[in-house]
């Protein structure tokens, strides 16, 4: 049972992590919709709020993804053998979170805070500064990148969890 839960908990993680991918990736285009000083609010509020559940979601992530790994191979699956599915599965898996945390931490930290101070700098000057579209375009390329990565992370994790299939030799 408690190798259930520690499961569940990864599981719930991962979907705090993706889910505000998917949510922002439909909601922010409407909030264009918005008067600059609202979309500049709403903007600042959402990605502040939804970066905290998605970097909390991270670090439980990590925790739990260990102890999954002990588990799997308490279960006798071979997890760093060669010649076996389930290490090069891992080692993609791992890959892509990789290339997921740099996605996701360029938008969080770079290009999404320099958009939202643009889109002040535009609101307060009445005008469309320099560099504003250049970083919506970063920020749409990152946020996607971010969620593919993080889509095909679960993929991966659905085979890692499958041992008929990650257990079997290469």
């Known amino acids: 049972m408690g190798d259930n839960i520690v499961l569940w908990i990864h599981i719930v993680a991962a979907a705090a992590f993706v889910g505000p991918q ?5 909601v922010m285009p409407a909030v ?3 008067d600059p000083p609202a979309r500049v609010k709403v903007v600042r509020l959402l990605t502040s709020r939804f970066g905290w559940l998605g970097w909390g ?3 439980v992530v990590v925790i739990t993804g260990i102890e999954n790994l002990r588990q799997t191979a308490a279960l006798g ?7 076996v599915r ?3 599965v891992f080692i993609a898996k791992m890959a892509l979170l990789a290339l997921a945390l740099v996605a996701v931490g360029l938008h969080s930290f770079v290009v999404g805070p320099r958009q939202i101070q643009l ?5 307060v000057a009445g005008s469309n500064p320099g560099g504003l579209k250049a970083a919506r375009g ?3 390329i990152f946020s996607a990148l971010g969620l ?3 889509l095909g992370i679960l993929f991966l994790g659905v085979l890692l969890h499958d041992h008929s299939f990650s257990a079997l030799p290469v």
């Open 22 to 26: 998917i949510f922002l990736s439909v």
């Open 32 to 34: 264009n919709l918005l």
């Open 57 to 59: 979601s991270v670090a």
């Open 77 to 83: 699956v071979a997890i760093f053998d060669p010649d």
């Open 86 to 88: 389930y290490m090069w």
């Open 119 to 123: 889109m002040e700098a535009a609101f």
């Open 138 to 140: 970063a920020t749409v």
């Open 148 to 150: 593919l990565t993080s």
